[in-house]
């Protein structure tokens, strides 16, 4: 239901909800200290500087900038629909794991995203036929997720890196499931929000591999120019996909 429908009780809980689960997940979880680490340098996580990165990068901008929107905008379907493929990967990627640890903040997840949907009357988006160039660029990056996220969610060997009880090496790999999640949405919407925060993070671990290729988690130095370059061209392509056709209502 748009938030202009709802009731004013609502929409305060709602904004209010979405505010503190921002605050929660985008800060007391480590979303932006985590990406803060390799930006002071910190020494002490330099092997893990993409793994903390990524976990930042899930939490504070996938998943914590939909909030953010809906805390002033309650109900809207594009940021409670990434909510919801940011919680999917989460849990696809502690099943694939079997990390229970991360189930259990996989669950967490969804309960801000149920709490938030009830609260916003949230019926779900209408599909819509995905757009030519984006789902091109979603199923280009398919293999090439599960490529990276493979050996991320069996870390068998290397020591883990740990956040609030939780691995990092899986996490990753939810992180890739997401981000490919997120160009999907944006095909079937043409939403800004997620082929944005899918391009930012994109660009993001990209760049950030291209200058440190052996670190853990990393694309290496082909593979992040790669990873750059597409998430550039999300953006592009949701820009040319929005002129030809307004973006769904919501």
Do not use: K
Not at 29 to 37: A, H, K, S
Not at 75 to 82: E, F, I, P
Not at 198 to 205: D, G, I, M, P
Request: hydrophobic share 60%; glycine share 10%; net charge neutral.
């Amino acid at each position: 239901m748009p938030a202009e429908t709802m009731s004013r009780s609502r929409r305060v809980a709602a904004a209010v909800v979405a505010a503190l689960a921002a605050v929660f997940w985008g800060f007391f979880w480590f979303g932006l200290i985590d990406l803060l680490v390799v930006v002071v340098q910190d020494e002490e996580f330099h092997q893990d500087y993409l793994l903390e990165s990524g976990w930042g990068l899930l939490y504070l901008v996938l998943f914590a900038v939909p909030l953010v929107l809906l805390a002033f905008r309650p109900g809207r379907s594009v940021a409670l629909a990434q909510l919801a493929v940011v919680t999917m990967a989460v849990l696809a990627g502690a099943a694939w794991a079997g990390a229970l640890p991360q189930l259990w903040n996989g669950l967490g997840l969804a309960l801000t995203v149920g709490l938030l949907a009830a609260l916003g009357r949230w019926r779900g988006l209408r599909p819509r036929r995905p757009d030519v160039v984006l789902a091109a660029l979603a199923a280009v990056a398919l293999p090439a997720a599960i490529a990276y996220a493979e050996p991320l969610a069996r870390n068998a060997t290397v020591t883990e890196d740990i956040t609030n009880g939780v691995s990092h090496w899986p996490m990753q790999a939810s992180l890739a499931l997401a981000v490919l999640g997120l160009a999907g949405l944006a095909a079937v919407t043409r939403g800004r929000l997620p082929a944005w925060t899918a391009a930012f993070t994109a660009v993001w671990l990209g760049v950030e591999s291209i200058v440190y290729p052996d670190l853990h988690g990393s694309l290496g130095t082909v593979g992040g120019a790669l990873a750059a370059l597409w998430g550039v061209l999300v953006v592009v392509g949701v820009e040319l996909a929005r002129r030809r056709e307004p973006a769904q209502p919501g």
